[in-house]
Each structure stands twice: as structure tokens, then as C-alpha cells.
């Protein structure tokens, strides 16, 4: 396979970049390659078309490069945490503050997860994570006992349905920083064995 020069991969970046605002904006089901060529500064579609197979293409592109900046913004938080409850603490607050930092990505990725259909693997590998996290803290004694799975469902759903009542209409990064520490608060009295303490 021919390796991308500097001149097409700056190109593929730019279309991605114009497709997930125009999802963020408009939606999967409307976001046609003419909006996104119009939104990318290009003169047809036809460019679109010699860098991506498909709209399928795209959209992959797009949930790949989603998840780069997401993963950037909250992976550090989460290291940063010390133990499983702190993770898991970590993990809520950066999620929901990350509506500040990415809104378009935000928008376009629960869009994209609610309506594509072909990004499944997206919530199903989030769950495994919830899960096992849940499992090992467990172990560990820092976790009540629990159904892990069950629990990290109601986790997904709960923190998934918060964050995109704010990815709406985002509010001030103050106001994410409250919200996104009530949850976390809920999410840890409700898992943690001791939710005043404990970092295992």
C-alpha cells in the first residue's frame, strides 16, 4: 500500500475535521458529502471521494480521530488517580468536562453511537472496561460487592445521558466542574465500600 504524502494526510485531517463538526451540527443522516466538502473549504465532493472509500470510511475516520482527542484529554486524569475509586472518580469528572474542552467531538460521537449502527464496538468495549475495573476493585476490597455488569450499564447509561444533556448546550466550565463532581459523588457512595476513603 502507497504510503500517504505530507499533502494528503493534512488533506484527510482537514475532511475529518470538517465532517465531525458538520455531525456535531447537523447530524449522521444529513451530514452528505457536499456539506462536508462546503465545511472543508473544498471545490467538490470528488476530493472527499479519493480519500475515503465511503461514507462508512469516513465515519470511521471520524470515531477514530474522536476517540485520539478524547482519549488525550481524559486518559491523563485517569492515570493520574490513585487507586480504583479515584479512577472511577477521575473517570466521570473528565467525561463530563471534556463537553467543555470538545463539544463538536462530543456531539458527533453520541450521534454517530446512537444513529450509525455500525460503532457498537465503541460501547461494548467501554462496558468490558466498566466491568473489569469494577472486578478488580473488587478484589482489591475497595468496591462493595455487586453485579459488575449491571453496575457499569446503569454507569454508562446515567453518565452517557448527563453528558449529553450538556453537550447540548454546554455550560460554563464551572458549572461541568459541579455537575461532573455530583456524579462522581453518586457513582462512588453507590460502588465504593468506603466512599470517604480507601485508594486501592
Known amino acids: 500500500m502507497r504510503a500517504?504524502?505530507?499533502t494528503e494526510s493534512g488533506r484527510r485531517t482537514q475532511i475529518v475535521a470538517a465532517a465531525i463538526e458538520v455531525i456535531a451540527e447537523v447530524g449522521y443522516a444529513k451530514a452528505s458529502f457536499s456539506r462536508i466538502a462546503?465545511?472543508?473549504?473544498?471545490?467538490?465532493?470528488?476530493?472527499?471521494?479519493y480519500h475515503f472509500a465511503g461514507k462508512d470510511d469516513l465515519l470511521a475516520a471520524c470515531v477514530a480521530e474522536i476517540e485520539l482527542?478524547?482519549?488525550a484529554f481524559m486518559q491523563?486524569?485517569?492515570d493520574a488517580a490513585d487507586g480504583h475509586v479515584a479512577q472511577l472518580r477521575a473517570y466521570v469528572e473528565a467525561n463530563v468536562a471534556l463537553v467543555g474542552e470538545h463539544p463538536a467531538a462530543v456531539r458527533a460521537l453520541i450521534d454517530l453511537v446512537k444513529n450509525a449502527g455500525s460503532h457498537s464496538t465503541e460501547v461494548s468495549g467501554r462496558l468490558a472496561l466498566f466491568e473489569e475495573h469494577f472486578r478488580t476493585g473488587q478484589a482489591a476490597g475497595v468496591f462493595r460487592p455487586f453485579d459488575p455488569r449491571t453496575v457499569a450499564i446503569a454507569l454508562m447509561t446515567g453518565?452517557?445521558?448527563?453528558?449529553a444533556t450538556a453537550a447540548a448546550d454546554p455550560p460554563e466550565p464551572v458549572e461541568l466542574a459541579r455537575i461532573g463532581g455530583e456524579l462522581a459523588d453518586l457513582y462512588v457512595r453507590a460502588t465504593a465500600s468506603d466512599p470517604e476513603g480507601g485508594s486501592a
Open 4 to 6: 500517504r504524502t505530507f
Open 38 to 49: 462546503k465545511r472543508a473549504g473544498l471545490s467538490s465532493t470528488g476530493m472527499i471521494s
Open 69 to 71: 482527542v478524547t482519549g
Open 76 to 78: 491523563p486524569r485517569i
Open 159 to 163: 453518565l452517557d445521558a448527563v453528558v
